[in-house]
């Protein structure tokens, strides 16, 4: 069966630090892999999604980055973090192709100070 | 383009009473559509599907019906409990597979 790995569960960060998020499926092999935001009480927001190595979209221009450098590897990154990166990220992945859901990591929970 | 719109929150019951979440959504074509649950602190989990009209998906006591007449897909569950307790998300896959979310709709259910 497949699963999602997503690390850290909690993160507190100073303004200005760099961030690194990284989400893993095992499982599956060529995965849409996505990033979300949830700000806290609010819906999602897509930030990213990539249908393959090194093929990344953005959705939502930002100080944030995503990058794919294996198959079953998503990274979220800034080089300087803002008081307005606080929230709740969430990686997915689905299959390719029509009507396929997406099935969510546990989410990272990111506190910038 | 897409959009999904949910019944806005929080929905309060009590213990054993039926549970109605609306959900309408516009779109081009014949998206498929998913319900959503996230429980307190949690990612989202995949609740229940439905991937052409008329279709039923149920999970756990859930039940949404995929209405192309009146474009809707709302949750239904006969006798909810405490640990229902969670955001519902109603979501649809548009012509790029990418999914469209509704706001989320919190369900609070007392004892």
Redesign the interface.
């Known amino acids: 069966s497949q699963t999602i790995h997503?690390w850290p569960a909690t993160l507190v960060q100073p303004v200005g630090s760099p961030l690194s998020l990284e989400c893993t499926v095992e499982g599956t092999s060529n995965p849409?892999l996505y990033w979300y935001r949830q700000a806290a009480g609010?819906?999602?927001q897509?930030l990213f999604?990539s249908v393959g190595i090194g093929q990344i979209s953005s959705e939502v221009p930002q100080n944030l980055s995503a990058s794919r450098p294996q198959d079953r590897q998503f990274i979220l990154s800034s080089k300087k973090l803002l008081l307005s990166d606080s929230g709740f990220y969430?990686c997915?992945w689905?299959k390719?192709?029509?009507?396929?859901?997406?099935?969510?990591?546990?989410?990272t929970?990111l506190s910038i100070l | 383009g897409d959009s999904v719109t949910q019944m806005e929150g929080p929905v309060t019951l009590s213990e054993e009473a039926f549970l109605t979440i609306n959900c309408t959504y516009t779109a081009t074509g014949y998206p498929s559509l998913f319900w959503y649950v996230q429980y307190p602190g949690e990612g989202l989990q995949l609740l229940l599907k439905a991937t052409k009209a008329d279709d039923k998906g149920s999970n756990k006591g859930f039940e949404a019906t995929y209405r192309k007449e009146t474009t809707s897909f709302h949750l239904e569950k006969g006798s909810v409990q405490v640990s229902d307790s969670a955001v519902y998300f109603c979501a649809l896959t548009d012509s790029n597979y990418q999914l469209i979310w509704g706001a989320g709709t919190k369900l609070i259910i007392k004892p």
């Not at chain 1, 390719?96 to 989410?107: A, C, I, R, S, V």
């Open positions: 997503q849409n609010r819906g999602l897509l999604y969430l997915a689905s390719g192709g029509t009507g396929q859901p997406q099935h969510f990591g546990d989410g929970r």
